[in-house]
């Protein structure tokens, strides 16, 4: 019914479910790095880099990254769809805000499997 | 004290470049009357003044307007409920075109409305009599069935305001929703599939500013609420 540059076929319930899943992910990835950061005061470069040779904690924070970039997406893209009306400025602040995204993840993958 | 300051909002597009306020004072002589009493009590001082009234008393839904800043329906709100100060500003409902005064063009209301079909629709063979609808699943609709469309809550949602061609709108879902909850329809396929996109329903943020103003005390966010969950327990 509508479409929309970028997104053809974009579907609310899925955009919702996205926005939901994600958040649930970020909630927990936020409260385990406050727990450990509250259980080692003493942190060094060892025990940090420690943490992350682990397999279990790159999946982790790959997902905390991919939901980072999930959320933000779908949230941008609605409050850009609501704010700018323009279609062509729309077009590009969108555009930049999912390439700025892709290099994120990208980078961010870089520096999880560099440790 | 019993004299009123009135700032009512004026613009008719034949004669006026852009709106502008007009100030009237009016002597209510103490009594606690309903903001339409005051408009009416303003035309007999200036009669170029026009609103939409019917009723007077908040079944027709047409006098909605913004009182010192919420929407209402001027005929049942009393001075005592708005009037800070000793000042009063009328203005039309925010966010659809003004034709006159406080008098808006409600066709993208009335065109959200339609688009969520607003009657009954039923394949299966009528009965010889009606179609029977147990207590239980009446009591579904209280609550829905009671809205006048009278606007104030769709004019009062941001999401509105920024895409009333594509968002239904509070006053809208709390029909969709009225027919999705009905026994008797067996549409609810179709209704669900004309609302799943990113808009029409979605863009509902929550706010609650449609149960802050309806005239009738319904609560609109808790039906949308209750779509979505529908959407949701459809696709998931």
């Known amino acids: ?115 | 004290m019993s004299t009123l300051q009135v700032s009512v909002y004026r613009y008719n597009p034949e004669n006026d470049d852009a709106p502008w306020m007009q100030d009237f004072e009016i002597d209510t002589q103490g009594r606690d009357l309903m903001v339409l009493n005051v408009l009416q009590m303003i035309k007999e001082q200036d009669s170029s003044l026009v609103y939409r009234a019917s009723c007077r008393e908040g079944v027709c839904g047409s006098d909605g307007m913004n009182m010192n800043g919420k929407n209402g329906l001027s005929c049942v709100t009393p001075l005592s409920e708005v009037v800070k100060d000793n000042r009063l500003v009328l203005r039309p409902l925010p966010g659809l075109p003004v034709i006159r005064d406080l008098i808006i063009d409600m066709s993208l209301f009335y065109k959200q409305y339609e688009r969520i079909q607003p009657y009954l629709q039923n394949d299966e063979r009528p009965p010889a009599i009606e179609r029977l609808q147990s207590p239980e699943d009446r009591d579904k609709l209280d609550g829905l069935y009671e809205c006048i469309l009278c606007a104030c809550c769709s004019t009062s949602c941001p999401s509105f305001w920024w895409n009333p061609d594509k968002f239904v709108g509070p006053a809208g879902l709390l029909q969709a929703y009225r027919f999705l909850a009905d026994s008797r329809d067996t549409h609810t396929q179709d209704r669900l599939s004309e609302l799943d996109d990113p808009f029409s329903v979605f863009r509902c943020r929550g706010i609650m500013n449609c149960v802050n103003v309806c005239p009738k005390g319904l609560n609109p966010t808790r039906a949308i609420g209750k779509i979505r969950e529908m959407l949701v327990r459809n696709t998931a």
């Not at chain 1, 992910?25 to 409260?31: M, S």
């Not at chain 1, 880099?49 to 933000?72: D, N, Q």
């Not at chain 1, 700018?84 to 930049?96: E, H, W």
């Open chain 1, 1 to 115: 019914m509508v479409t929309n540059i970028l997104n053809p076929g974009r579907n609310g319930v899925a955009d919702w479910m996205i926005q939901r899943a994600s958040a649930v992910i970020l909630g927990l990835y936020t409260i385990f790095m406050v727990a450990y950061l509250m259980f080692n005061p003493d942190l060094d470069y060892a025990a940090w880099s420690g943490l992350f040779s682990h397999l279990w904690m790159k999946v982790f924070t790959l997902l905390a990254l991919l939901s980072i970039a999930a959320h933000t997406w779908v949230g941008l893209w609605i409050v850009a769809t609501d704010y700018i009306k323009p279609a062509a400025i729309r077009f590009g602040t969108l555009l930049f805000v999912i390439l700025a995204l892709f290099v994120f993840v990208v980078w961010g993958v870089q520096v999880i499997w560099g440790v």
